[in-house]
C-alpha cells in the first residue's frame, strides 16, 4: 500500500473511532447533565458553586475599566458572592483595588477567621499566565477589602479571594 493509501485508511479509522465515541457518549450520558451544562454555560454563576472568582479586565491605557463576571466564571461560592469590585480605570494608574463579600442574607460579611495567618488572601492572575500576584487586602469596618493598586499590563485578569467567613 502506498503512503496515500496508508493515511487514507487512517483518515477512515479515527473517523470510524470518533463516531463511535459520539454514539456512545449519546447512550451514556444522561439528558440532565447535558442540558444542566448548556445551561452553566449560558449563565455566569455556572448553576452551581465554585471557588469565589470574578474576572477583571485591565484596560490599554486612558480606556476605561469595566469590572463584571465573566460567563462560565462564577463569583459564588456556598452562599458568599465576591462582588463590588473596583480598579484603577488605566494601567500605570495608582488607585486601589476594592471588593466586598458579601454572605448568604446579601449584606457584607465582616468576621474573618485568619487562614493562613491572614484574613484574607487575594490572587490576581492574567488570562495568560504572564503575570500573578497573592496580596493581602486590609478590610475597612463596613466589609470592604482594599489595597493600593496599578496594573502594569494590559490584559484580562481574574481575581480570586480565599477567605474563611466566621
Known sequence: MN???????????????????????????????????????????????????????????GAAMAVSPVKGVTAERGGYLLGGITAPAAVGTAGELAFTITGPEKSPVTQYETSHGKKAHLIVVRSDGSYYRHVHPVMDEAGRWSLP??????????????????
Request: charged share 10%; glycine share 12%; no cysteine.
Open 3 to 61: 503512503a496515500a493509501g496508508r493515511l487514507g485508511a487512517y483518515a477512515a479509522g479515527l473517523a470510524v473511532v470518533f463516531a463511535g465515541g459520539f454514539a456512545v457518549a449519546g447512550a451514556v450520558v444522561p439528558e440532565q447533565a447535558v442540558t444542566a451544562w448548556a445551561q452553566s454555560a449560558e449563565d455566569p454563576a455556572g448553576g452551581h458553586a465554585s471557588a469565589g472568582h470574578a474576572e477583571s479586565p485591565a484596560p490599554a491605557p
Open 149 to 166: 493598586w496599578q496594573w502594569e499590563a494590559a490584559g484580562t485578569y481574574r481575581i480570586y479571594a480565599d477567605v474563611v467567613p466566621a
